[in-house]
């Protein structure tokens, strides 16, 4: 499996302009996250997505974050308008764990999306 | 709200030395802890998890311990090597209805040849 895919890699934009950053999540798994990094908050949840609903979208920050699962094999994230504050990695995870606490699971991370909100 | 707290930020230490990565949480009530590692651009590899009635996991060199009524898990590296140079982030599960992970900042590891 090629594990969890990010794209793009790098995203480099000018303030107020729109960003959509796509997760390809690994084959069979049917919960999907999304994280920010930053250096002075570390990895945050923004989504959790499972059998492509929204589950928890408590650390979305604001309106301007959206994000979507139209099929179990793709998801994104989108940003509009952007803004400085918005600049960090973000990260992309997969997981078969299923809801309820059956089963706990761990995370597959993608190699994630830097962003750069000029 | 569940916090967790890794200490020390930065450890820099010569190759073949016993280091230990220290991680704290407030919220005991946890499902499993896991230990990352993160190379510079890239994703999270996990190293070890601890389901909430194990005391340690054990892998190669790595050995984690998890002392849940304390909060707190240590991640033992023995023997280290330029190769583990990294940022080791711990990451504690909670179920509320899903798997809540909730992650420490992290500590930046350089062992030096």
């Not at chain 1, 997505?49 to 309106?63: A, H, K, L, T």
Request: proline share 6%.
């Amino acid at each position: 499996d090629a594990g969890v895919i990010q794209s793009p890699r790098h995203e480099v934009t000018e303030m107020g302009q729109e960003v959509t950053l796509r997760c390809k999540p690994i084959s069979g798994h049917n919960s999907l996250f999304w994280y920010r990094q930053t250096m002075m908050r570390g990895l945050e949840l923004l989504i959790y997505f499972n059998n492509n609903v929204p589950i928890d979208d408590s650390g979305m920050p604001e309106d301007r974050f959206s994000a979507k699962m139209p099929n179990a094999s793709f998801s994104t994230l989108k940003i509009q308008p952007s803004e400085p504050r918005d600049s960090a990695v973000y990260f992309c995870a997969s997981s078969s764990g299923l809801a309820g606490g059956a089963r706990s699971d761990t995370q597959y991370f993608g190699p994630g999306t830097r962003l750069t909100v000029l | 709200k569940q916090e967790v707290t890794q200490i020390p930020a930065a450890l820099s230490v010569p190759e073949g030395e016993n280091l230990v990565l220290n991680c704290s949480f407030t919220d005991s009530a946890i499902y499993n802890l896991q230990w990352f590692r993160q190379d510079p651009g890239k994703g999270l590899t996990s190293l070890l998890l601890i389901q909430s009635s194990q005391r340690e996991q054990t892998s190669g060199r790595l050995n984690a311990s998890l002392d849940k009524s304390s909060g707190r898990s240590t991640l033992y590296i023995a023997a280290s090597q330029p190769g583990d140079s990294a940022t080791y982030l711990c990451a504690v599960m909670l179920l509320v209805g899903y798997q809540k992970v909730t992650f420490g900042i992290g500590t930046k590891l350089q062992v030096i040849p």
